[in-house]
């Protein structure tokens, strides 16, 4: 039996005729790879576009829908969580993003690095956080993957340094884990992403000045998603360009609602800054459908019609959704039984968001350093200091 695409030829992205080779399954008959067609990009002082095609297997496929899901999910789960107050504090959802995430991290390599802002939860599960120490460390807890000392904006993970509050601040510490990069003889890039609203920032331009000076493999994301705070990008920005914003960095305008388009910049991004050629811009155009944080309903400098519209017309899961299952790749089955697992993961985990105890004082002052040079903490009373511990990333004391 061919795959269901071959029922659905005119759907534009992924063509049937491009299949490369099928399975057959007891049950099903899957594509194992199909040829996808990238969406556009726009160019900015760079002479070759990336690859207007790309290959998908069905075991990526597999995968960037399901970590699509999983974000989306925790997202939701935070969302309840927090007007339950069991979240207190901060908290900036990730949802509608997901393809820039997913798209971002298929296509880094071990010993590439990511920096982001507080809108962090999703990129620190795909850098290796489970969703029950993205979810704990939401709470507070202990099994959070910053002992839930760090909450909503301050989650890391190897080669992840954050969750970053300060807005743009990410951007020159990722330049500087670029120049660490280099200076330690790796091939590794640094992603550092950043929103429209930071994109005006003034450390932006003096990172791309000392990126370019230096031609560190930094490689910058602005996910303009429309809006910083309550203030739209045509509002707070002059030139809403963000991809030539660089001036002499070079950069790459893309569909940030597409995942495999989104993964081929990010692979193109890559070989470029690895060999020398110094840093790049990169823009994803995206869109969130919660407020700026939880304290905005997020409706007051934007229809609900406008954020319906994305939702049916370019949400990148369900888009992805269609891509796949037209091209034959997955089935309508094993998307709700993903999805299904997916949710099942995320109940479990909100269940232990809710009950897992918090760490006690004695953690007080741990972990403060990776590497404590000082026995004790500095400016602290002298009469009761405190002594610097290390017990290292998640450590269960009981
Ligand atoms: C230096 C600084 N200024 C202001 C703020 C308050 N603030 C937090 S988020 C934000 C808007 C940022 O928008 P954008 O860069 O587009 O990111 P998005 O929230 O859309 O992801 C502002 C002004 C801050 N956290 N830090
Ligand atoms: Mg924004």
Redesign the pocket.
């Known amino acids: 039996m061919l795959p269901s695409c071959a029922r659905n030829i005119n759907k534009p992205t992924i063509s049937c005729k491009k299949v490369l080779q099928l399975i057959n399954g007891t049950k099903n008959n899957y594509a194992t790879e199909v040829k996808c067609e990238t969406k556009p990009y726009k160019l900015h002082k760079l002479d070759t576009p990336p690859s207007a095609s790309t290959t998908l297997s069905r075991e990526d496929a597999l995968k960037y829908y399901r970590e699509m899901q999983v974000v989306r999910r925790m997202e939701a789960s935070a969302n309840n969580l927090y007007k339950t107050k069991l979240i207190r504090g901060f908290c ?1 959802l990730y949802s509608g ?1 997901e393809a820039v995430a997913v798209g971002i991290k298929a296509a880094l390599r071990s010993h590439d690095a990511v920096i982001t ?3 962090d939860h999703g990129w620190a599960y795909l850098m290796g956080a489970s969703v029950v120490e993205v979810l704990t460390e939401l709470t507070g807890r202990k099994s959070g993957c910053a002992r839930g000392k760090g909450g909503s904006m301050h989650m890391y993970t190897d080669n992840f340094y954050g969750g970053n ?5 990410q951007v020159p510490l990722g330049a500087g884990i670029a120049f660490a990069l280099k200076y330690k003889g790796t091939d590794g890039v640094c992603f550092a992403l ?6 005006n ?1 003034g450390q932006v331009f003096e990172t791309y000045n000392m990126a370019k000076l230096w031609n560190l493999p930094c490689i910058f994301v602005c ?7 309550g ?1 739209s ?1 045509q509002r707070a920005a002059a030139n809403t360009a963000f991809y030539t914003r660089g001036d002499y960095v070079p950069g790459l305008w893309v569909d940030g609602m597409d995942v495999v388009t989104v993964r081929e910049a990010a692979r193109y991004a890559i070989d470029y800054c690895k060999s020398g050629k110094g840093p790049l811009v990169i823009e994803a155009a995206t869109y ?1 459908y919660f407020g ?2 939880m304290s905005d309903p997020g409706t007051s400098y934007r229809t609900r019609e406008e954020i319906q519209e994305v939702r049916q017309k370019r949400d990148p899961i369900t888009h992805f959704q269609e891509l796949t299952t037209n091209a034959g790749l997955l089935s309508e089955n094993e998307i709700k039984e993903i999805n299904a697992d997916v949710k099942k993961e995320v109940d479990e985990a909100t269940e232990i968001s809710k009950t897992d105890s918090s760490i006690g004082l004695d953690e007080l002052a741990t972990d403060i350093y990776a590497n404590n040079l000082e026995p004790q903490i500095r400016n602290t009373t002298p009469f009761n200091p405190l002594t610097h511990n290390r017990l290292g990333k998640a450590v269960n004391l009981e």
């Open positions: 900036h993003q802002a507080y809108r509050g300060i807005v743009g601040a950043y929103g429209d609203g930071a994109a920032q996910e303009n998603n429309g809006y910083g705070m203030t990008a969130r700026h944080s």
